[in-house]
């Protein structure tokens, strides 16, 4: 017999998975409504610089709070963000009771004293257990392969810019499966109907991502429609060309195919 085994015994305790009480994934549901997480990612720029970029996340919204970046996240920057969230959350209908965090260094006792200040819980999770922050860490997940991983950032302005819209998108118009794929600041998508021809859309950042709008459904217009982007419930988008898109990709194939066939010549030529 081992000695955590035999300690457990004089205690009473049986093992992990037999004992009492709420499990981790109980308690994040239960309490989802007055938590709140929060977590570092960073973004290497052009000129190899590196940005830590803080934000916090609701757990039951999956509303996105982006607090601030900076080169150098010590601690009195850290705490300083920690301030100006709490006063926006101030306003919420139900107080803030937990914050979720990891054992990250850059979180100080004066990161804490903010929001035990408040009322709420500091609650740190277990070393090297991404899962137990999953929404947070999922989010990063999300942000690195629908916007960042598709631009070269020049710095610190740009970097804010770019953040500064993807959050808009995903706080009102990004579905989410936890929400039944509705936004977090907008109701459930209406379903597709068979007289819906037309839909707004507002391409951001170079189309990596539109802002889709079917109460604003157009008809009688023979202007060629922009491209239209659905977000699927896995994240990645579904792309619907229009006619002259169409075209417009043939076009460039056929001039690609050009292209690459005075280019196989050339070579035969030099060859012979």
Known sequence: MTSVRKLLTEAGLGPAGGRGGLSWREFIRHQAESMIACDFF???TIALRR?????????????????GMTENPNGPWVAQQARNLAWVLSERQRPLRFLLRDNDAKFTRAFDEVFRSEG????????????????????????RR????????????????VLR??????????PHRALDLAAPDRAPVMPLTAT???????????????????SSCQTGNSTPSPPIEFAHPTGAPRRLRSAANYDSLDRGRGSRRRLLGNRSRHRSQSVQ
């Open 42 to 44: 960073t973004v290497e």
């Open 51 to 67: 940005i830590y970029v803080l934000f916090f996340i609701e757990l039951s919204t999956r509303r996105v709070h982006l607090a």
């Open 120 to 143: 709420a819980e500091v609650i740190r999770t277990p070393i090297r257990a991404p899962r137990a922050n999953a929404v947070a860490e999922r989010f990063v997940g999300t942000v």
């Open 146 to 161: 629908e916007c960042l991983d598709w631009l070269l950032i020049s710095g610190h302005r740009h970097l804010e810019r």
């Open 165 to 174: 819209v993807f959050v808009d998108h995903c706080n009102d118009h990004r």
């Open 196 to 214: 819906t021809t037309r839909f707004r859309c507002d391409q951001r950042h170079g189309n990596l991502f539109t802002k889709d709008d079917a």
